[in-house]
């Protein structure tokens, strides 16, 4: 257990449809980022947030939003799905720079969209 | 524009031997570079990293060589072993303001034979 937990851990809905992701950081740390990775694709960044706010931005589409709440846990929301949004989308935490020690990742949320 | 490439998507070796992953970037103001792992139905796992004014980090069986006039990292694992079957992410960073975001590659799957 990496201390990131995301739920739910599969996810299956229909085109057009919207769904929540979320994700719990590790205890005490304040970054929380997303990631993407669709089929034979590396992890695609989306967003960061840092104690509430946005840090950065990715390649996040217009149709997918997120927030970080004071309890530090995060939310992806992703609207009007199409087929192409199916990925295993990640979570990662962190103190807040870390340079060269790394994220610690959840181990994911499988969305399918049929 | 991939930033972050990793050619090989898969590599076999037998046990006991050397297993070299390779990775090449393309952005020279990169600072840290990465080496994640990832097992099937886990997030990715920090492994082993390198700040660019270094050339060599050790650790343990797993050595990250950086070739910065190259543009050009390596993980070398010795001796491989079968628990060392995964997919291996190289990432790189570039801080920002408040901000430390990777960017990754589209990982290789080791596949080490007993």
């Known amino acids: 257990d990496s201390g990131v937990t995301q739920t739910p851990k599969h996810l299956i809905t229909a085109t057009g449809q919207r769904v929540t992701l979320r994700c719990s950081p590790r205890?005490?740390?304040?970054?929380v980022y997303w990631y993407q990775q669709s089929l034979d694709q590396g992890l695609q960044f989306l967003i960061q947030y840092y104690n509430g706010e946005e840090r950065a931005k990715g390649n996040i589409l217009e149709r997918f939003s997120a927030q970080q709440f004071p309890d530090l846990h995060s939310e992806l929301n992703l609207s009007s799905l199409e087929l192409g949004d199916s990925a295993l989308y990640f979570c990662?935490?962190?103190?807040?720079?870390?340079?060269?020690?790394?994220?610690?990742f959840g181990s994911g949320t499988r969305l399918t969209v049929v | 524009d991939q930033q972050v490439k990793q050619n090989s998507p898969s590599l076999s070796v037998q046990e006991g031997r050397i297993s070299i992953l390779n990775c090449d970037y393309t952005n020279s103001m990169f600072d840290y570079f990465l080496w994640y792992k990832k097992y099937p139905a886990e997030g990715p796992t920090f492994l082993i990293s390198?700040?660019?004014?270094?050339d060599k980090n050790e650790d343990g069986r797993f050595t990250v060589f950086l070739n910065k006039s190259a543009k050009h990292l390596s993980l070398h694992i010795v001796p491989s072993q079968p628990g060392d079957s995964a997919v291996y992410f190289c990432?790189?960073?570039?801080?920002?303001?408040?901000?430390?975001?990777?960017?990754f590659g589209t990982g290789t799957r080791l596949k080490v034979l007993a």
């Open positions: 990432a790189a960073s570039r801080r920002g303001p408040g901000t430390y975001k990777y960017i």
């Open positions: 990662a935490s962190s103190v807040g720079g870390t340079g060269g020690y790394g994220y610690t």
């Open positions: 390198i700040s660019s004014i270094k």
């Open positions: 205890s005490g740390d304040l970054s």
